[in-house]
């Protein structure tokens, strides 16, 4: 899996846009990139994943600079339940190679009232 | 749909014995994870199981074991325990792993803690 590097901690204030930026810059041309975040305590929850174009869903948007090398996940309008840590990960679409997802450190997102 | 069950939620083992976590994944779900979730460590990979058969495992000793039986339900088991076994194990499941479908957009249970004396 290409390795990622994410800001530790990001703050946003509650209704507005969280975008939370992911470094990619190995990525291979059949890796995708997945988000995943866990809200405390909880089980990690799968997000979004896209390959080179804009991704949308009804959680979240995720966009991918044209060279692939970042992206960058959008909550269009960040609530307080959206408090959590994020993770981005970078693998190929069927696990190939070493399986189980690799989480990173992930960004700690706090959304302020 | 139901999601992924883990059960028990809590636990409490002392040192050296052993124990058993059990998770029911996503009805139709065939591929199961296991992962452990420290502080220290972060989330990492215990093993995969598909079709009952162990497909993958993670860097941890003998003492983690798995199985996964025909109705797709797992079972992980940890023998002999250590103070540094305390986590939370977690379960996730997905559509299919082999043809490359879906592996990576796995299904997490909450979690079972187990906290070692």
């Known amino acids: 899996d290409a390795k990622t590097t994410q800001p530790t901690s990001m703050d946003c204030a509650e209704g507005r846009a969280a975008n939370l930026p992911c470094n990619h810059s190995?990525?291979?041309?059949?890796?995708?990139v997945y988000w995943y975040r866990q809200i405390h305590s909880q089980g990690p929850q799968y997000i979004i994943h896209?390959?080179?174009n804009n991704e949308t869903n009804e959680m979240a948007s995720l966009i991918i600079t044209e060279d692939r090398k970042s992206s960058t996940l959008i909550l269009p309008h960040a609530t307080l339940r959206d408090t959590a840590v994020y993770y981005c990960?970078?693998?190929?679409?069927?696990?190939?190679?070493?399986?189980?997802?690799?989480f990173g450190k992930g960004t700690h997102l706090i959304i302020q009232p | 749909k139901a999601g992924v069950t883990q059960t028990p939620r809590y636990l409490i083992k002392t040192r050296g014995q052993q124990v058993t976590l059990s998770c029911s994944p996503i009805?139709?779900?065939?591929?199961v994870s296991w992962y452990q979730q420290t502080p220290g460590q972060g989330l990492q990979f215990l093993f995969e199981?598909?079709?009952?058969?162990?497909?993958n495992k993670g860097n941890f000793p003998g003492r983690f074991s798995g199985r996964q039986f025909s109705n797709s339900r797992s079972e992980m088991n940890v023998s002999t325990l250590e103070l540094g076994d305390s986590a939370l194990y977690l379960c996730?499941?997905?559509?299919?792993?082999?043809?490359?479908?879906?592996?990576?957009?796995?299904?997490f249970g909450p979690g079972t803690r187990l906290t070692v004396l």
């Open positions: 996730a499941s997905s559509l299919a792993r082999d043809r490359g479908q879906s592996y990576n957009e796995q299904f």
């Open positions: 190995t990525i291979s041309g059949n890796e995708y």
């Open positions: 896209g390959l080179k």
């Open positions: 990960i970078v693998r190929q679409y069927s696990g190939g190679g070493a399986d189980g997802l690799t």
């Open positions: 009805s139709g779900h065939r591929s």
């Open positions: 199981y598909f079709s009952e058969t162990q497909r």
